[in-house]
């Protein structure tokens, strides 16, 4: 069932170098309502659970330690259409290979440190808020 609800998180790299606002400011602009939003920092545990997917990839280790190396903006989306209409914003995982005018394009460092982070599904969206919000603080 499509929820019209996606979660995302600004990264380490980008919140460091205070992109935050900047990057809020095109989410809303792009039509997405903020449902939740915090300022927080993962463990290396943490990092781990959230991308327990790519427990198998080579990159895994590195992932967890840039995940866990700063301060991130998780937040809750919402807008029809919003895990698809989310990654259109955001751009291709490789910042090189990222359309113009998108958030990665813009604001992300590489391969790795690439800016934000957005679900791409309506049922990981939902269990990934769930990592980060409880229900009391989804709005
Ligand atoms: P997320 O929205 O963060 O899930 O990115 P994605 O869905 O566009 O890409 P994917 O889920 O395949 O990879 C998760 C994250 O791992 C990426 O966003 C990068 O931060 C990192 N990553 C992906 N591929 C590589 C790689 O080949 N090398 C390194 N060092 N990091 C990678
Ligand atoms: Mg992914």
Redesign the pocket.
Known sequence: MATNRTF??I?PDAVEAGYTGAIIKMIEEAGFRIVAIKKTQLTSERAGQF?A??RE???YN??RT??SSGAIVPMILEKENAVADF?KL?G???PAQAEEGTI?KLYAR?????A?????SDENAEIEGNFFFSATEQY
Do not use: C, Q, W
């Open positions: 995302t998180m990264k991308y997917v790519h990839r080579p990159f590195d992932l840039y995940m990654r955001i291709a995982t490789n990665r590489s391969l790795e440190a690439n934000i982070h957005g679900s791409d």
